[in-house]
């Protein structure tokens, strides 16, 4: 069953603008994890964050989790042509399955 | 260094055939191992996990099935496929901690005419 769902769906944005994705979740997780696959590849591990965590970055990423809510959002900013694929968040349950929502589609536009 | 093959790349099978995707990984032992599907736009599905040879979790009722006859090696299998089995087929490994990354193979595109 699905764990993890990303908001939005679709997201198209100019070059060089920020993208943030949202992703809600709904029982207790040891971890979340976002990834990213470009079209007809596996995925690629874009940052994991903990439980005991609010927030981490990684480069031109930022990711947040509330877990109260049962939220997290990544953004990227300053947007490139090459961040074009989709995203993926992941939570790892308290018996250690890995269940993966089912994506935003991000889409630079030149 | 570790390393996931995952084969064949790509098939195309008729309605009722049966099918064998392989994967393996390198350079680690007692891996958390995973078969994912993924329809096409979609996103990921987990189909099977498992925590050691033998030892395999169905995650939804289907006409596929799993084995793990080797430590490192997971096969997903089935006697006789439906079109409804066409799709992208991940096989994925992690470590046996919480908070380890999942590695993906390159998937197997399946497609069942």
């Known amino acids: 069953s699905q764990q993890g769902e990303e908001d939005p769906q679709a997201l198209s944005i100019q070059e060089g603008e920020n993208a943030t994705m949202n992703c809600s979740y709904k029982?207790?997780?040891?971890?979340l994890q976002w990834y990213r696959q470009n079209s007809g590849r596996g995925l690629v591990h874009l940052i994991l964050?903990?439980?005991?965590?609010r927030e981490k970055h990684s480069g031109r990423l930022r990711v947040t989790l509330d877990t109260s809510k049962k939220s997290s959002s990544l953004l990227i900013t300053a947007s490139r042509a090459a961040d074009t694929a989709s995203y993926f968040c992941?939570?790892?349950?308290?018996?250690?399955?890995?269940?993966f929502g089912k994506g935003t589609r991000l889409h630079i536009l030149p | 260094s570790q390393t996931i093959h995952q084969w064949p790349a790509t098939l195309v099978q008729p309605v009722g055939s049966p099918l064998s995707l392989e994967c393996t990984v390198e350079?680690?032992?007692?891996?958390?191992l995973y078969w994912y599907r993924q329809a096409a736009g979609r996103g990921l599905q987990l189909l099977f996990y498992?925590?050691?040879?033998?030892?395999i979790s169905s995650e939804v009722p289907q006409n596929l099935s799993a084995s793990r006859p080797q430590d490192r090696q997971f096969i997903l299998s089935s006697k006789k496929l439906l079109l409804s089995d066409s799709g992208f087929y991940l096989c994925?490994?992690?470590?046996?901690?919480?908070?380890?990354?999942?590695?993906f193979g390159e998937g197997s595109w399946l497609t069942v005419v």
């Open positions: 994925a490994w992690s470590g046996t901690f919480s908070g380890n990354t999942i590695y």
């Open positions: 992941a939570t790892e349950s308290r018996d250690d399955k890995i269940i």
């Open positions: 964050i903990r439980s005991n965590e």
């Open positions: 350079g680690t032992s007692n891996p958390n």
């Open positions: 029982t207790s997780i040891n971890n």
């Open positions: 498992s925590v050691g040879i033998g030892q």
